[in-house]
């Protein structure tokens, strides 16, 4: 007859509990997985699933059980890290989608708006769409891929028990700050055109004060703001697989 004791019993708890906590996390917060689209269930069973692969070759776990005050910090502290994770990895979505809510409010499109049940707020059409191009092509480059992977590398740099140091926060702060200066890039072809764009009708407009700047100039700019951003697609893909391994050395960087 097989027996098992309380200890061993809290021990194998233990051993998947804990790494459970940082992958649910990750995943909850990281983009396309993370998505309010993608069912929970979906979300749950992978993340056990992954605990499951991941716990043998973590090795010994602090011996601490799940329900005591030490075992209850220790599920928070893998929580924040997941979270920190998955947070690192969004970033690199905002900064496109506000590349294009920058291209799209030049262009005379800021009053038009999706709902984005990602972020739960309205989202403007240009923003969406960079944002559904991101999504495709993270998936096509096996973004998600490396992104297990580096959450299974995590488990060696950042063991469990561990919480992040000041250098790891600060880490993700300033990659958060980084953000605005990608987006810039991202927008800045579209920007630089519409800018061109807009002086050549402010003279035209001295030039010729009869025309009607409003009739004539939003169908330029429109069509100018889209022709540019159909030129710079092309450029999309390389400056996004930057921005995703980047992304993925600071989450791996994490300590």
Known sequence: MISVTSAQLEAWLATLIFPLARILAMIGSSPVLGNTQVPK???????????IIIAPAIGEM???AVGSPQGLLIIIQQIIIGVAMGFTMRLIF????MAGELAGLQMGLGFASFYDPLNSSYTP??????????????LVMNGHLHMLSALAESFRTLPVGSMLS?????GVASWGGSIFVYALQISLPILAALLITNIALGILTRAAPQLNLFAVGFPITLAIGFFVLA???PHLIPL????????????????
């Open 94 to 97: 905002t900064a496109v989608e």
């Open 166 to 170: 000041d250098r790891g926060f600060y």
């Open 125 to 138: 059409i240009v923003a969406r769409w960079l944002g559904m191009v991101a999504a495709l092509a993270f």
């Open 231 to 233: 030129l710079s697609m």
């Open 62 to 64: 602090p011996p601490v």
């Open 240 to 255: 996004l697989d930057r921005l995703v391994q980047e992304g993925l050395g600071t989450v791996l960087n994490l300590r």
């Open 41 to 51: 269930r979906v979300k749950i069973g992978l993340s056990v699933l992954l605990a």
